[in-house]
């Protein structure tokens, strides 16, 4: 296929509008909607992991518009009554069939990496991790809307009728649905006796991902490999559509997706811990002195180490030898309904923890740390808890402060005010005794707080922890 060619086929075909409206389609959603693509150390434009899985997150339904607008494209000799005219020509059908796809591919795919070129430039702005282990997410992305529109392309021509591009739209849209939700995952209980789902091997077929919720995640090479055979199919049966003449032919056109899926089933993992793995160069610890982030956040460490280390020094002068001497991020990524396993010498700590993530100044971050290294928090992964353990949190760091104040992050101000009615007698309560008793009552809080067995609140009232 010359240049020419390709020159006129952009021209007459729907490939340009395709494109356009694929780029502005998804900037429009990214834009225009506030989602959890905007916030916290897993935002689009924070990490180039985390913005090449939120694009990837958007062919839920840019996929499906895809599909439509190929089989729309497939229609075109129906649709001009040509059929029988260039079935006479000598120019053999795979050549006008390469040029078509040539040109439909290469405007999906453009539109594409300018979405991801959008992002990208506000991720080296942002000082974002450098790597390439994200590459592959966007190429696979991208192969997915070319993949659907030939595929599109094969059934319009396959199928000429008006009625064709809405319904393999519909179609695309509900199968991408089930396997994000019904088909795609399996119900399970957690070791700890929490309900959850968890993606199963179906799921790897849709085009899309699951939300992003830690910045250190990533999809695995398998997975990749997997993907990849599967649209390789997929679009092997749409062009072996568009050339077929004849029913028998456009019958043998069905295997390659077929094989295609039966392959990629083969290749793509089963256990969900290998599906979505730790990208471990990212995960690895980078230190200033006892204070250490992942090398994903090594640019935050300078703003952490003044915090961390006032936050070490007040839990030492308020717990003794008992007090942590490190402060970590937490870079475990634990399965959804999985309840966390924290440390009595190093305060673990999540950027994204709703009490870390909302302090604004240093003396709120020391606030904050002081926070994890007292009551790191037991809401199972994927959970959030609001109640006792908030108020065990709040009494707990203004005994180590001197200074009961409502903690960032705690929702809005009725649960900041519900947090510090609860909290104030009891702190009062504990600040009163002798400083032997309420050393006891701290271990025994903390004891609860860290084995995540007992209530932690109650310990503080001088109650069996239960």
Sequence with gaps: MNIRVLRTELRRSVAPWAGTVVLTSALAFLYLVDGAWWRGSTAWTAQWTSLALWTRGLLFYLWPLTVGLGALQGLRDHRSRMTELLT?????????????????????????????????????????????????????????????????MGAGRALPSALTPPALAMGAFV?????????????????????????????????????????????????????????????????????????????????????GAALALLVLPSDPRRMYVVDEAAAELVCDGPVCVSRAHQARLAGLVGPGEEALRLLRGALGDRAPVSVREDTAVLPDGTLPRWSRTTVLFDFDDD????????????????????????????????????????????????????????????????????????????????????????????????????????????????
């Design 88 to 152: 006479s020509t000598p120019r053999p059908a795979r050549h006008r069939a390469a040029a078509l796809t040539g040109a439909t591919a290469l405007t999906l795919a453009a539109a594409f990496a300018l979405l991801v070129l959008v992002g990208a430039v506000q991720v080296i702005a942002g000082s974002g991790y450098p790597h390439l282990g994200w590459l592959p997410v966007s190429l696979v992305g991208a192969l997915f809307l070319v993949a659907g529109a030939v595929l599109g």
């Design 175 to 259: 199968f991408t649905a089930l396997l994000q939700s019904t088909l795609g995952r399996t119900e399970t209980t957690t070791a700890d006796g929490y309900p959850a789902t968890e993606p199963n091997r179906l799921s790897l077929l849709s085009p899309a991902v699951q939300e992003v919720r830690d910045v250190l995640v990533t999809l695995s090479v398998p997975v990749h490999v997997g993907q990849t055979v599967w649209l390789l199919g997929m679009a092997a049966t749409g062009f072996a559509l568009l050339v077929a003449a004849t029913p028998r032919g456009r019958l043998t056109a069905l295997v390659p997706v077929v094989a």
């Design 355 to 466: 009490v870390v993530a909302a302090a604004s100044t240093d003396r709120e971050l020391t606030r904050a740390l002081v926070a994890k290294g007292m009551v790191p928090g037991c809401a199972p992964a994927g959970w959030s808890r609001f109640g006792r353990e908030t108020f065990a949190r709040t009494a707990a760091v203004g005994w180590v402060l001197g200074d009961l104040r409502a903690l960032p992050g705690n929702g809005p101000a009725s649960m900041r005010h519900e947090a510090d009615a609860e909290a104030r007698p009891v702190w009062k309560e504990l600040t009163a005794l002798p400083r032997a008793e309420q050393l006891s009552r701290i271990e025994a809080m903390r004891a609860a707080a860290f084995s995540c067995e007992g209530d932690a609140f109650d310990a503080l009232t001088g109650g069996a922890s239960r």
